[in-house]
């Protein structure tokens, strides 16, 4: 009889919204926070690593009203029935961290980290749970000179990356601004609820997605997606959907006509007026260090959807355009941003904590470097492989591997148990530049050959026949085994050339 009590497979599935990276993105990714973090080191700040799980209490805007969290994050209860949750973001541990170590800390705190975060949320097309952000922030101080000085680190960073200016921008607002619109419309910025505030802040946060159109509806009755889900409005009536887009439209090239504009909107609203104040200040310092105009750029149109932004808030924004595969246009947009965060670290301590900060999505400035095909990778190509002819002679092959590791050279010897063809086909899948081949002849002669299978592959494509193949042996040098190491750096050399 058959046996049908065969325990069932388990089926290999990627979890929905998370994906697997491979080597060659890694190493492009590796390249490229070794840029940013250049870049943050020379501004004076200095590394912080915070674990992946905090309380969820301590992630403020995600506490649970049931008994478990499941409004975006992902949660788990410990040995003692507290909540945890894998972090939203870099910026709520690090207020966690500040509050639990106000005192020693020399302040202004400048701290940097960077580090995979995770979202509870839909994915969708370039849009994951798991992703990657590298963070820069200083707590501990109320100075706009902070806010300007982080708007100058985007935008150097953006240019250590290989963004040309005019390929990027920075662009700058205030929520003191929008808090004066908002008052000019019958809404309260001070409502402990916000719920209001809120859906307008998100409304506007999606105009480069949606388009005036879109934002418009969702500022007032609602919005249909394509998929046909339905987005509830903040109910503004004509009249105050008008003002609050005039607002968001009033910028301009030059950053002190687009405040002249912002400051006729809230000539009514202290809070507004000081808003304008603050954003000034910041032109004149940004001004003065060779970054307002092209670099750095006043946009009332950029509000950040989180609630917890106080004061300036910054976005650094791709303005090329790509076509994807189809031979349709690409636009980046948003690859980072941040802003003013006065109150976080009060929830710790019941005192204000001013702080400000700026983070990049890797994952998306990845992306468009790809697209721009400047994408650095550390390493230029894949491993020499030393293949076994014998395996009596292991010791030997392994020798020449190290031989070659001890060089600097990216070298490994072959560990598997096949024979030469799908050890040839082994090296090829692995991006190999070239193969050591040391069979019994060449053994007895202390001698090896080196296949450069870059030229190989090149010769082959013009070869007309396997007998030609055969006798022309293309790319093959035989070579003194003392000689190994020499030659290889010779291939390797021409083919970095």
Same mark, same amino acid.
């Given at each position: 009889?058959?046996?049908?009590?065969?325990?069932?497979?388990?089926?290999? &599935?990627?979890?929905?919204?998370?994906?697997?990276?491979?080597?060659?993105?890694?190493?492009?990714?590796?390249?490229?926070?070794?840029?940013?973090?250049?870049?943050?080191?020379?501004?004076? $700040?200095?590394?912080?690593?915070?674990?992946?799980?905090?309380?969820?209490?301590?992630?403020?805007?995600?506490?649970?009203?049931?008994? &478990?969290?499941?409004?975006?994050?992902?949660?788990?209860?410990?040995?003692?029935?507290?909540?945890?949750?894998?972090?939203?973001?870099?910026?709520?541990?690090?207020?966690?961290?500040?509050?639990?170590?106000?005192?020693?800390?020399? @302040?202004?705190?400048?701290?940097?980290?960077?580090?995979?975060?995770?979202?509870?949320?839909?994915?969708?097309?370039?849009?994951?749970?798991?992703?990657?952000? $590298?963070?820069?922030?200083?707590?501990?101080?109320?100075?706009?000179?902070?806010?300007?000085?982080?708007?100058?680190?985007?935008?150097?960073?953006?240019?250590?990356?290989?963004?040309?200016?005019?390929?990027?921008?920075?662009?700058?607002?205030?929520?003191?601004?929008?808090?004066?619109?908002?008052?000019?419309?019958?809404?309260?910025?001070?409502?402990?609820?916000?719920?209001?505030?809120?859906?307008?802040?998100?409304?506007?946060?999606?105009?480069?997605?949606?388009?005036?159109?879109?934002?418009?509806?969702?500022?007032?009755?609602?919005?249909?997606d394509e998929s046909g889900d339905f987005t509830k409005g903040a109910g503004l009536d004509a009249a105050a959907i008008a003002k609050v887009m005039a607002f968001v439209n009033s910028g301009a090239r030059k950053g002190s006509d687009t405040l002249k504009a912002v400051a006729a909107l809230v000539a009514d609203s202290e809070t507004g007026r000081q808003g304008v104040v603050e954003l000034e200040e910041m032109q004149a310092l940004l001004e003065a260090a060779g970054y307002a105009g092209d670099r750095v750029r006043i946009d009332p149109s950029i509000v950040r959807g989180l609630d917890y932004y106080t004061g300036p808030v910054f976005e650094a924004e791709l303005t090329f355009e790509v076509t994807d595969e189809d031979g349709r246009p690409v636009r980046f947009g948003s690859v980072g941003g941040g802003g003013r965060y006065d109150d976080l670290v009060a929830r710790f301590t019941g005192k204000p904590v001013p702080a400000t900060g700026f983070s990049i999505g890797v994952s998306r400035l990845q992306a468009a470097l790809t697209a721009l095909g400047r994408n650095k990778s550390s390493v230029a190509s894949g491993p020499v492989v030393v293949l076994v002819m014998d395996r009596a002679e292991l010791p030997r092959y392994q020798r020449m591997a190290n031989d070659l590791r001890e060089a600097g050279v990216r070298a490994e010897m072959y560990v598997g148990?096949?024979?030469?063809?799908?050890?040839? @086909?082994?090296?090829?899948?692995?991006?190999?530049?070239?193969?050591?081949?040391?069979?019994?002849?060449?053994?007895?002669?202390?001698?090896?050959?080196i296949k450069d299978l870059i030229e190989g592959a090149k010769a082959a494509q013009s070869i007309a026949d396997n007998k030609e193949w055969k006798e022309s042996r293309p790319a093959q040098v035989s070579v003194r085994e003392a000689d190994l190491v020499a030659e290889v750096k010779k291939i390797l050399a021409r083919h970095a050339d």
């Open positions: 009889m058959a046996n049908n009590n065969k325990p069932a497979r388990t089926p290999a &599935r990627l979890p929905k919204g998370f994906r697997d990276i491979e080597a060659d993105e890694l190493r492009a990714t590796q390249s490229m926070l070794g840029a940013i973090r250049e870049v943050y080191e020379r501004y004076g $700040f200095d590394a912080l690593e915070t674990p992946a799980f905090e309380y969820t209490d301590a992630l403020g805007k995600f506490l649970p009203d049931s008994d &478990r969290p499941n409004e975006g994050v992902f949660s788990l209860q410990d040995e003692d029935e507290q909540w945890l949750s894998l972090r939203y973001d870099l910026t709520a541990p690090l207020a966690r961290y500040v509050a639990e170590n106000y005192d020693r800390l020399a @302040k202004p705190f400048r701290r940097y980290a960077t580090g995979t975060v995770w979202r509870n949320e839909k994915p969708g097309p370039g849009r994951f749970r798991q992703f990657t952000q $590298f963070d820069a922030d200083t707590v501990g101080t109320d100075s706009v000179a902070a806010d300007a000085e982080i708007c100058m680190l985007a935008a150097d960073t953006m240019e250590a990356l290989g963004f040309a200016r005019g390929e990027y921008v920075i662009r700058v607002n205030s929520r003191k601004v929008l808090d004066g619109v908002l008052e000019g419309i019958g809404v309260d910025p001070g409502d402990p609820d916000g719920s209001k505030r809120l859906v307008i802040l998100r409304a506007i946060d999606k105009l480069d997605r949606l388009g005036i159109g879109g934002v418009s509806l969702l500022l007032g009755s609602g919005r249909k148990t096949s024979g030469m063809k799908a050890q040839m @086909k082994y090296a090829d899948k692995r991006g190999a530049p070239c193969v050591i081949i040391q069979g019994s002849n060449e053994r007895e002669a202390g001698e090896v050959q």
